[in-house]
């Protein structure tokens, strides 16, 4: 038994909880390759500073146990260093850890931990049955291609997903694979068709296409269903995240909207009465006319305000799903070069003081009800705070 894990910097947030999946993938002698991967946004972690940047420490533990029988426990230790005392702009870190283990029931515990707070970054229990005999069928993986053939992909983002089955069986035969996609965070049907997968008994794969160039953000369960002799002889379901942003979620929409009348007051109007058949389109018009470089293919702009937004959005949204004063501004000029906090201060209300000193600028935060909802203090009004 032996396990891999795998650090990837995504340049979106991923969702906005930690999450967690394992996949089953068969393999000789009644072995199962186990891939448990991990996700986490970085903007839970606390950073230090170190000389001239910021180190942020965590572990990954993981505990694999068969009844009381612990099967298999490691541990390991991470490090991520920034310039800021954020990690680098909207990072997700994805671990995949790979155990060999005899086929059969398990349960998986995960634990992620921030070693400089000891505040727990994910913490999840997962639980999967044994494959059936004789025929064994692993769960769909989304997969890409690489020079080697195909690997792991690490986000689900490209125009055309690539999902593999594989299967381990005794003799060849014929079995016939009925696939959809559902978009659960609408709990939309979107996609589904079948396919003849012929075996040969010896060690299989099969890959299914599916175009995605139109997948909107949330989350997305693939479902395959191998038919045997006619009869349905398992299922198998994929649950991945498509990250960016969803306009077609009101809470979203009014958290979009809440950012771009602050950045562009007066230029959202149209955007923000667009219906949802629309808005897209829309959408893509406003950029156009914000683009400060429209004799290019490269709007500065808008992915400027993409790669900023799910970080807001993780930090800063409040119930309504309207993004809070320091979500506006972190999206407007990124995060700040450093961070002056002040939460129990006997003559002030708490506050934090952000500094952004290449460009000059220092924006003031008071949080007025105590419930860590700060509000930006406008420069006329610093002496009433005492400032």
């Not at 999946?21 to 072995?31: E, I």
């Not at 035969?173 to 003849?196: I, P, Q, T, Y």
């Not at 299989?204 to 949330?218: E, M, Q, V």
Request: aromatic residues 14%.
């Amino acid at each position: 038994m032996w396990v891999i894990l795998l650090v990837l910097l995504a340049s979106d947030l991923l969702v906005g909880e930690a999450v967690a999946t394992v996949t089953r993938l068969p393999q000789a002698r009644d072995t199962t390759l186990y891939i448990l991967r991990v996700a986490f946004p970085g903007a839970g972690l606390v950073f230090k500073r170190d000389q001239n940047s910021y180190t942020a420490s965590y572990e990954i533990g993981l505990d694999a146990r068969q009844g009381k029988r612990v099967a298999y426990t490691d541990y390991r230790r991470f490090s991520l260093s920034s310039k800021t005392p954020f990690p680098p702009e909207d990072t997700v870190l994805i671990h995949d850890i790979q155990v060999y283990l005899p086929d059969g029931d398990y349960v998986f515990k995960l634990r992620a931990t921030d070693l400089n707070s000891w505040k727990v970054l994910l913490e999840k229990t997962l639980k999967v049955k044994s494959m059936e005999k004789g025929l064994r069928i692993g769960d769909p993986i989304l997969v890409e291609r690489d020079f080697a053939g195909f690997s792991v992909a690490g986000m689900a983002e490209r125009d055309t997903m690539l999902f593999l089955l594989t299967a381990r069986a005794t003799a060849p035969e014929s079995l016939l694979v009925r696939w959809k996609l559902v978009w659960e965070s609408e709990r939309v049907d979107l996609l589904s068709d079948s396919l003849a997968w012929v075996l040969s008994g010896i060690d299989d794969t099969l890959i299914i296409t599916l175009p995605s160039h139109n997948l909107s953000a949330g989350q997305f369960l693939f479902r395959v269903e191998i038919l045997r002799r006619g009869k349905t002889f398992c299922r198998r379901d994929a649950r991945f995240w498509r990250v960016g942003i969803n306009l077609l979620s009101s809470r979203e929409f009014k958290g979009v909207i809440s950012v771009l009348e602050f950045i562009y007051p007066g230029r959202a109007g149209k955007l923000k009465k667009s219906s949802s058949q629309d808005r897209d389109k829309v959408w893509q018009e406003f950029w156009r006319e914000i683009d400060p470089t429209p004799e290019t293919d490269f709007n500065e702009a808008m992915e400027t305000f993409l790669s900023r937004y799910p970080t807001a959005r993780e930090n800063y949204r409040r119930f309504d799903g309207a993004i809070a004063d320091m979500g506006k501004i972190y999206v407007k000029y990124g995060p700040p070069d450093e961070i002056e906090r002040h939460p129990f201060e006997l003559n002030t209300l708490p506050y934090e003081v952000w500094y952004y000193y290449e460009l000059g600028k220092v924006f003031f935060f008071i949080d007025r009800t105590g419930f860590g909802e700060y509000e930006l203090v406008p420069p006329g009004f610093y002496g009433q705070f005492g400032f």
